[in-house]
Structure formats: C-alpha cells, structure tokens
C-alpha cells in the first residue's frame, strides 16, 4: 500500500470497556511496531513484530494490554478493561527488517 | 538502558533564520540515530538517520545532522527555515536496531 494505515483514527470509550485498535502496515514490511505518544509520558514502545519470530512485548504497560499480527501483515492492539490513563495517540510504524520505520497517522484513544 | 534527551522543549525562530536542534543520547554501544518531525495532526515522519559512516548526515527537507560521539551528541540544522517547518521534532536512538526511544520532543515555532 501507499503507506501504514491505521482505524480508526478517533475512539472514544468508556472506562471499563475493551478497544480494539487496527494497523494495516506497508505491504512486504515484514516488521511492525506499536507505540503510545501521550502528554504525560511522551513516545514510547510497546510491542514489536518481527516476521514469525515472537514478538518483544516488553513496552506493554500492563496486562490488559495485548497484539497480534495475523498473517504477517494486519496487526490489533486489544486494551482490556480501559482506563483513563490509557488515553494517548497509539502509533503504528512499520519496516523493511529493521530499517527505517514508516508510522501511520495514529489513532487518538479517549477513555471517558 | 538507551535514552535520549532533548534540552529545549520549544524554540521560536523568524523564518529565513538557522535552526538548531539538540539531542544526546545515552547508549553503551554505537547507536542508530534518528530525527522524526510530527507536524499538526500528522504521523511521524522521519527526516535522517545515522547509522554508521559520514557523521554528517544529510536528510529530507534541507535538514541535516552531525553524529558526535565524544559528545553524545545528534543535533539537527537547518540553514534557513520556512514557515511550513513548524513542527514538533523527535530525536531517537534505537535499541537493538528496532527499537526506538525517543526524545520528549521539541516544539518549533516560526514567526514571519
């Protein structure tokens, strides 16, 4: 594809509720990332997707906080259980191997 | 663990006006450096890199940066600067090749 698209691209919920973020990444990359950009904590790492390697989940913040890649391409990011702290800008990015990382425009994530 | 610290969070410049933009980076072994510039509403979108080679690196949009080791430093240039370069600007060392840490950012603003 022309680049990494995310859906949606606003979420709003309620505390309590599960969210379930998508990333479509640049056809052929063969990895993919996740990270959250929120005021308090700024850009950080969450998870890293690596052909069929197992990915490196050691940015996640907790357990309620899982992914998956299916097929080598569309990833979802599951928040169970959302709370306000989990409101931030959740951005995708995806590479060739472990080159340069191409992010999409991110879904803006807001626990009520 | 790798970080990275960018000192100035906002700098204001009149357009047509040299621009710098500082980064140091703590990592044990040599990094790959990255400068990512987010504008309004906008995903990230990665100006150079610095892997190995040419400690001068030139990037995209007239940008350039000088890897400095004895310094730890990464700092991003620009000779003159246009009024579409306001922006907010990410420094980045990446762990393991993929893994990004990212500055908390620096915010410019160009005045006409």
């Known amino acids: 594809g022309a680049g990494v698209s995310q859906s949606p691209s606003n979420k709003v919920t309620e505390k309590g509720k599960d969210v379930e973020l998508r990333c479509d990444p640049i056809?052929?990359?063969?990895?993919l990332y996740w990270y959250r950009q929120s005021l308090g904590q700024g850009l950080e790492f969450l998870i890293y997707f690596q052909g069929n390697s197992a990915p490196d989940k050691s940015g996640l913040p907790s357990d309620r906080f899982s992914a998956e890649r299916t097929g080598g391409s569309v990833s979802t990011l599951t928040i169970q259980r959302t709370q306000q702290e989990d409101s931030a800008v959740y951005l995708c990015?995806?590479?060739?191997?472990?080159?340069?990382?191409?992010f999409g425009p991110g879904t803006r994530l807001t626990v009520l | 663990a790798q970080s990275v610290t960018q000192p100035d969070i906002h700098i204001t410049v009149s357009e047509g006006a040299s621009l710098e933009l500082r980064c140091n980076y703590s990592y044990g072994a040599t990094p790959y450096l990255f400068w990512y510039v987010q504008s309004p509403g906008q995903g990230l979108q990665l100006l150079l890199k610095?892997?190995?080679?040419?400690?001068l690196v030139q990037g995209i949009k007239g940008f350039e940066a000088e890897f400095k080791r004895s310094q730890s430093s990464f700092n991003l240039r620009k000779p003159s600067v246009h009024w579409s370069d306001a922006a907010e600007y990410f420094c980045a060392v990446a762990a393991e090749g993929y893994k990004l840490s990212f500055g908390a950012g620096t915010t410019v603003t160009v005045r006409a």
């Open positions: 990015a995806s590479s060739l191997g472990s080159g340069k990382q191409f």
């Open positions: 610095y892997f190995s080679g040419d400690t």
């Open positions: 056809s052929g990359h063969t990895a």
